[in-house]
C-alpha cells in the first residue's frame, strides 16, 4: 500500500531543507500530520543523509526497507 504523504521531523532547518529538495525529486509529498512521521537525528555525513533518504522513500512505498540485488 502506497502512502500518499509523510511528515518529517528533524533538529536541523538545513538538513529539513535538504530532504524536501530530494524528495520533491522522487515525487514523495510532505505534510505535517502525514500517515507516516518520521524523527530524523544526529544525520552528520552523506551516508546518514542517504541511509535516512532511502528509509523515507521506502516507508512512503509502503515497504520496511528496499530490496536489494547483490552482484
Do not use: C, H, Q
Not at 509529498?29 to 523515507?56: H, P, Y
Amino acid at each position: 500500500m502506497k502512502i500518499k504523504n509523510v511528515s518529517i521531523t528533524t533538529d536541523s532547518p538545513k538538513i529539513y531543507r535538504e530532504f524536501l529538495s530530494e524528495l520533491k525529486k522522487r515525487n514523495v509529498k510532505l505534510s505535517e500530520k502525514g500517515e507516516v512521521n518520521i524523527t530524523v537525528n544526529n544525520v552528520r555525513t552523506k551516508e546518514d543523509f542517504l541511509k535516512a533518504l532511502g528509509k523515507i522513500i521506502a516507508l512512503s512505498r509502503g515497504k520496511e526497507e528496499f530490496n536489494e540485488l547483490l552482484i
